[in-house]
């Protein structure tokens, strides 16, 4: 038989009771159940898109890692934008979001459109410009995100382009 739901806040043993004359354990030295109604959105934002914050430093004192919702409303494009020195791993929920970068490596840049759909995942290396699309008339898009910096960087940008070297 499993125990039951723990409450938002609520470490590794919710059901021992707290010891008398110790404070609350610090952040880092428990597990974490963060409920789906209780996300973040206190958190960088873009145009076009809205993001919750699940696991960050500020939420359960992350150091190295970020992880969250993404939701792109239908027939929505985000902002150009790039995540500075963070690694992005994206999981597609729900929705068909397009994401879409510059590919400079041939002689001419050239816009890349990766279509996805439920159960996807993408790959976005740092200082990459990108910006994410929800072509669906009806149906919002979501996605998972993790990134590999405790706070969700988000660097708007005014066009979709190549980063200079120096710049990267």
């Known amino acids: 038989m499993s125990e039951p739901l723990t409450n938002p806040g609520e470490g590794f043993h919710p059901h021992l009771p707290d010891t008398p004359g110790h404070g609350a354990a610090p ?12 996300l973040d959105d206190g958190t960088a934002q873009t145009g076009g898109m809205r993001r ?25 494009s985000s902002s150009d934008h790039h995540h500075g020195e963070s690694e992005t ?10 994401f879409v970068f510059l590919d400079d490596s041939g002689r001419e ?7 996805t759909s439920p159960g996807d995942y993408i790959f976005v290396p740092p200082f990459v410009p990108h910006r994410e699309e929800n072509p669906d008339p009806a149906e919002e898009a979501v996605v998972v995100i993790a990134r590999s910096t ?14 200079p070297a120096e710049e990267a």
Do not use: C
């Open 89 to 98: 791993a994206i999981y597609v929920v729900s929705g068909h979001p397009e």
């Open 27 to 38: 952040l880092r030295s428990r597990l974490h159940h963060i409920r789906a109604d209780s």
């Open 109 to 115: 840049p050239e816009e890349v459109r990766l279509r």
């Open 150 to 163: 405790q706070e969700a960087i988000v660097v708007n940008l005014p066009g979709l382009y190549a980063l």
């Open 52 to 76: 919750f914050a699940a696991v960050s430093g500020k939420t359960v004192g992350s150091e190295r890692l970020w992880m969250g919702q993404t939701h792109v409303a239908p027939a929505t």
